[in-house]
């Protein structure tokens, strides 16, 4: 069972954004499955940080450029949260890498789930009202493509999306 789903009320108003959070709540729930038990938490977290350092990127240069499409006037601000985000993901990363024991499945659990609150669900909201059924917005983000999850072992199915 998903410990998040999806809803429309989650949705930015651009569909490639959304597909963008949407892989979030993925890795969220492959996560939070993993820590429930059967041992598996280590490899799915090794996995889960290597999948969002690269996501960090992608989604947060995508988002940057759809609010500049758009002229989101914090833009200056979001952009600051999101180099903090992208430090903090790279900081679990590297003291995950140096010492496993000392990170917490449900330490990176909690850090995503308030990512997903106070970001996603406060912040990005923000500028949902310039995006949403703007033509800009969505060829921008569109031009981007689809987030390339590479070699690693997890990826997420179109319906999971």
Not at 2 to 31: C, E, P, Q, T, Y
Not at 77 to 85: I, P
Not at 101 to 120: C, M, R, T, Y
Not at 133 to 138: K, V, Y
Request: proline content about 4%; some cysteine; glycine content about 8%.
């Amino acid at each position: 069972m998903a410990f998040i789903k999806w809803s429309a009320a989650m949705s930015v108003g651009v569909s490639r954004l959304d597909r963008d959070h949407k892989i979030l709540i993925g890795l969220i729930n492959r996560l939070d499955d993993a820590s429930s038990g059967g041992g598996r938490a280590p490899q799915v977290m090794a996995e889960v940080l290597g999948v969002l350092v690269d996501y960090t990127t992608f989604h947060f240069s995508r988002e940057e450029a759809v609010m500049e499409a758009c002229g989101y006037p914090a833009l200056g601000q979001h952009h600051d949260d999101h180099v903090a985000l992208t430090q903090e993901v790279r900081d679990w990363q590297q003291r995950f890498r140096e010492n496993p024991e000392s990170v917490a499945p449900l330490d990176i659990l909690d850090f995503l789930k308030g990512w997903l609150n106070h970001h996603i669900l406060l912040q990005d909201m923000a500028y949902r009202p310039l995006v949403e059924g703007n033509p800009a917005a969505d060829a921008v983000a569109e031009a981007y493509g689809l987030f390339d999850f590479g070699a690693g072992a997890y990826s997420v199915s179109e319906a999971d999306l």
